[in-house]
């Protein structure tokens, strides 16, 4: 008798349909839900059965600079400086600093290139439409790229890079024990621009993945600085981030040509919490009850730690 591995009978669903999708439909939860065993064993057999030629992510990834000095930082967390030396402010609460190596962006473009190809039924953000590389990043959301070697990946990044950059530039200790990402691709004839808007986040690390060579026209991106009422226009370059707190107004011009790529990756706390004085547009409200002073009497050691609070099952979308 003739077992079907998971892998088989996961590229064999049916997916739900981009209007019901798009709708949110019940029916759409449903399938992500059911589905949700065969899909993470579906995943482990995929990396199992291309374990000769498919990357294996780590920060050997990410910027040499950053990593040296993240690095320094959790063996000595009085060194925390070296870090912050590298992000450039562009308005408070908003900077910009180089992540991914450059070099090394056409190795992690590779791998994602062989998870689309995989034919393992993947969810894209809700209300952006379903492109080739919209997908959802974090266990707390349906569908979710469930391959081990990414999720360890993408576990380092939010905990031994962006939870300690954030409570170093943001102030965001105390809201931060809980992570949400996605994937999202900006071209001229799907998902052109982003309105203004805030997010749901107490920090949001939007990291560009283009190559060096990928050149694209427009998609912009201005930060309102709320203090003066000027707004700042920046752009993305391969392998550059942007980190800022979610309260900060910003919006994308529309891409003129060519394609831009980025993961966005966020960090709120328990229930969805924000530090108060943050807004967003998804109407989630902040927690009124919760005291804590993000910005003083928090120690380097504080901040180079990492929460032992559970996952909740909270997700912005």
């Known amino acids: ?9 996961a590229r064999a669903l049916t997916l739900p349909s981009r209007e019901a999708s798009l709708q949110r439909d019940i029916s759409v939860s449903h399938f ?19 374990k000769d030629n498919l990357l294996v992510p780590d920060e050997t990834l990410l910027a ?16 925390e400086n070296a870090v912050a030396d590298l992000w450039e402010e562009i308005i408070p609460n908003v900077y910009s600093a180089q992540f991914f190596d450059p070099e090394r962006l056409a190795d992690f473009r590779n791998y994602l290139e062989a998870v689309v190809n995989s034919q393992i039924p993947k969810r894209a953000p809700y ?15 349906e569908g979710f ?18 939870r300690p950059i954030a409570r170093l530039l943001l102030g965001t200790y105390g809201y931060d024990s809980q992570t ?39 998609s912009q991106v201005d930060f309102h600085d709320n203090t003066t009422g000027l707004t700042v226009q920046t752009t993305f370059g391969s392998g550059k981030a942007i980190i800022h707190t979610g309260n900060v107004p910003h919006a994308t011009h529309p891409i003129i040509s060519g394609q831009r790529s980025n993961l966005v990756v966020w960090l709120y ?6 530090p108060r004085g943050g807004s967003s547009s998804y109407g989630i409200f902040n927690d009124s009850s919760t005291s804590i002073d993000t910005r003083e009497n928090v120690t380097a050691h504080q901040r180079w730690s990492i929460p032992n609070n559970p996952k909740d099952n909270s997700a912005p979308f």
């Open 1 to 9: 008798m003739t077992t079907i591995n998971a892998l088989t009978k």
């Open 32 to 50: 992500w839900n059911n589905n949700r065993n065969l899909l993470e064993n579906a995943w482990a057999e995929w990396e199992i059965e291309n």
């Open 64 to 79: 040499p600079n950053l990593r040296q000095a993240v690095n320094e930082a959790w063996k000595n967390p009085e060194k």
């Open 127 to 141: 209300g952006i439409q379903l492109n080739r590389y919209g997908m959802m990043l974090d266990p707390r959301s």
């Open 145 to 162: 790229l469930a391959a081990p070697n990414f999720q360890n990946f993408y576990h380092d990044i939010m905990n031994r890079y962006m």
């Open 180 to 218: 949400f990402g996605f994937s999202i691709q900006y071209n001229p004839d799907k998902d052109k621009d982003l309105k203004p808007h805030t997010d749901a986040s107490a920090a949001t690390l939007n990291i560009n993945i283009n190559l060096p060579d990928e050149e694209f026209t427009g």
């Open 269 to 274: 706390g328990d229930r969805m919490q924000i």
